[in-house]
């Protein structure tokens, strides 16, 4: 089994700065990308930035230039620095993992970390 535990979360005038930290613990053989989603109220989860084992990144478009997916690979640990927060960056903020357990593959989920960010 694997945990993903989530931290760093908060309230945040806009344009202020957060930096979100999700931590793997459990067994498993090894962990390939890592992401950051995020789901507003009433809106579906979608992906904000992934990072692969090799370092190799993806963003939305949406937070591209303002935030910065970078992972620990010794310490299992992927962060998400948010600079120049906008009031639509509110939403809840959850941790993926693609993880690998022989023989299978699966997608571990953290709790979500709740980032609001006021105008």
């Known amino acids: 089994q694997v945990q993903l535990v989530e931290s760093g979360g908060g309230l945040v005038q806009a344009g202020g700065s957060l930096r979100l930290s999700c931590t793997a613990s459990?067994?498993?053989?090894?962990?390939?990308?890592m992401g950051w989603y995020r789901q507003a109220p009433g809106k579906q989860r979608e992906l904000v930035a992934v990072?692969?084992?090799?370092?190799?990144?993806n963003y939305a478009s949406s937070v591209k230039g303002r935030f910065t997916i970078s992972r620990d690979n010794a310490q299992n640990t992927v962060y998400l620095q948010m600079n120049s927060l906008k009031p639509e960056d509110t939403a809840v903020y959850y941790c993926?993992?693609?993880?690998?357990?022989?023989?299978?593959?699966?997608?571990?989920w953290g709790q979500g970390t709740q980032v609001t960010v006021s105008s």
């Open positions: 990072i692969t084992s090799g370092g190799s990144t």
């Open positions: 993926n993992a693609a993880v690998t357990v022989p023989p299978i593959s699966f997608e571990s």
């Open positions: 459990g067994s498993f053989f090894s962990i390939n990308t």
